[in-house]
Antibody
Framework: QVQLQESGPGLVKPSETLSLTCTVS??????????WSWIRQTPGKGLEWIAY???????TYNPSVKSRVTISLDMSKNQFSLTLSSVIAADTALYYC????????????WGPGTMVAVSS | EIVLTQSPATLSLSPGERATLSCRAS??????LAWYQQKPGQAPRLLIY???NRATGIPARFSGSGSGTDFTLTISSLEPEDFAVYYC??????????FGQGTRLDFK
């Protein structure tokens, strides 16, 4: 059974950098049939896709955050990570990591989510 | 960016009734639309992909239809566990991948 688990700080100060990690179990992040994503959820904007990473290293970002975000892969740890720089209050959200299934064009496995608040 | 508009925002029904949820895209997404169910405190769960295909383990009472810009998720006979929020999502013309704003299915 494939499982994803997010980890990271629950509180980040404005203008600092948010770093989150997703640990994958039951599947390899180097598998070619899937891509790895970060998605966040807020009461105001709903679900917002942030970034996508393929095992080849190919990345795609949401234009809304592209200048501030990096997604990366650590195959040795079977993890992928998100960094979001210069955070503002509007980055306060529930952050999910998710597995995208290339054949289904959908996210078929999600982590439980981790809440991140941006506040001084 | 493709905008997905879901209607109604809230749907109040009783167990055993039929639920019909709508998702309209601002431009064609062909049949590349997915539906998710989210319960309080949980992550979204994939129900339907490619507009009409049920994901693994999803009961037959859930069905999807549509193509182009208009899509429907139907729950044929509501079970108590079906009361949740439902989202549609497209990955046709991206970035970005986009989601609808959700339809909340409430007990009447």
């Amino acid at each position: 059974q494939v499982q994803l688990q997010e980890s990271g700080p629950g509180l980040v100060k404005p203008s600092e950098t948010l770093s989150l990690t997703c640990t994958v179990s039951g599947a390899s992040v180097s598998g070619g049939s899937y891509y790895w994503s970060w998605i966040r959820q807020t009461p105001g904007k709903g679900l917002e896709w942030i970034a996508y990473l393929y095992y080849t290293g190919s990345t795609t970002y949401n234009p809304s955050v592209k200048s501030r975000v990096t997604i990366s892969l650590d195959m040795s740890k079977n993890q992928f990570s998100l960094t979001l720089s210069s955070v503002i209050a509007a980055d306060t959200a529930l952050y999910y990591c998710a597995r995208g299934n290339l054949a289904l064009r959908a996210f078929d496995v999600w982590g439980p989510g981790t809440m991140v608040a941006v506040s001084s | 960016e493709i905008v997905l508009t879901q209607s109604p925002a809230t749907l109040s029904l009783s167990p055993g009734e039929r639920a019909t949820l709508s998702c309209r895209a601002s431009q064609s997404v062909s049949s590349f639309l997915a539906w998710y169910q989210q319960k309080p405190g949980q992550a979204p769960r994939l129900l339907i992909y490619d507009a009409s295909n049920r994901a693994t383990g999803i009961p037959a009472r859930f069905s999807g239809s549509g193509s182009g810009t208009d899509f429907t998720l139907t729950i044929s006979s509501l079970e108590p566990e079906d009361f949740a929020v439902y989202y549609c999502q497209q990955r046709t013309n991206w970035p970005p991948i986009t989601f609808g704003q959700g339809t909340r299915l409430d007990f009447k």
